[in-house]
């Protein structure tokens, strides 16, 4: 009889064995499936920045873009915005529709900073006393900035566009891949990294198949090249094929590795009538864009601008984490 009992427990054992084998072969070749789909959507994006860039950046910002900002906004209010206090994240909208009607750069620049600071304070979930004090030490350090000079214009065209859209890319995406211990994953980084330098050296041609395109993009994005320009040190630079594809490269892959995350971060898990309501709100926007893009463009624009603040305390976590897991310490907590 015990002979029985343990030859039954070897062939369980066994069968175990098999099973969870076949289990991790699975799961290891989901993985690896979804990193060569984000791999190849990286390079998707790329071959299209060079083949047509300008119709590229508008279009993805235009129909990627509004589906962004409403499922992004929809994942973030159900996470409190990464804010003790949802009532802390109207503030935000509301300094995104007035900003809205800043016409000078330097002061939307000012704006700008003054809620990401605000933004990380927030993010810190301090007592009401030392958030205040630590509000007025930012206060102080925005007044000194002022008086030295500091460069609030390029912050207040570059924070919301190039900064948001590729370099805090780059953050959740290096964060991510140090936490999840993946090399595919750390690989893609570098296939991002390279992808965009390859755009800088060799650039695609500054030419457009539909030139109402270019006129639109040098309208809605110009000013972001010479801001750059500032940044780096490159007098004169221009709203050509370089910057053009830049753009269209890193806002397109922007949008996408939002919308492959699904899964990841769960951004799709929202009520039915909130799903219904972002759908439509997202179809719509992109529809009105097409029957008057005056004015479509505009609406586009503060809901991005009301979701590039709104995602500022996420942001400013995501920093302090990966700024902790470079110097290897382990995080408090971790952002989606």
Known sequence: MPARLISHARTNIDIAKATLFRTGFRMDTAIRRGDLVHLGLLLAALAAAYVVPFELLLLAYIVLGPAHYFTEISWLHDRSYFMPHRALAAVLALAAFGGMFIAEPYWSGVLLWCCLLASAIAALGLSRPRAIMLGFVALALTLLLAWGGAPFVLAGILLPTFI???????????????????????????????????????????????????????YYFGPIAPSLGGLFGIPGLQFAGRITGLLAFVYTYHYLNWFIKADVIRWSKMPRPRLIAVAVLSVTATAFCFYNYALGITVLLLVSLMHVLLEFPLDTVAIRQLASVAAGRKPRSSPA
Do not use: K, N
């Open 164 to 218: 948001h859209v590729s370099v805090f890319t780059l953050v959740f995406m290096t964060l991510g891949a140090l936490r999840a211990r993946s090399t595919a994953q750390l690989a893609i980084v570098g296939a991002y990294l390279v992808a965009v330098a390859a755009i800088l050296v060799v650039p695609p041609q500054a030419r457009s198949l539909v030139p109402e395109f270019a006129r639109l993009d040098d």
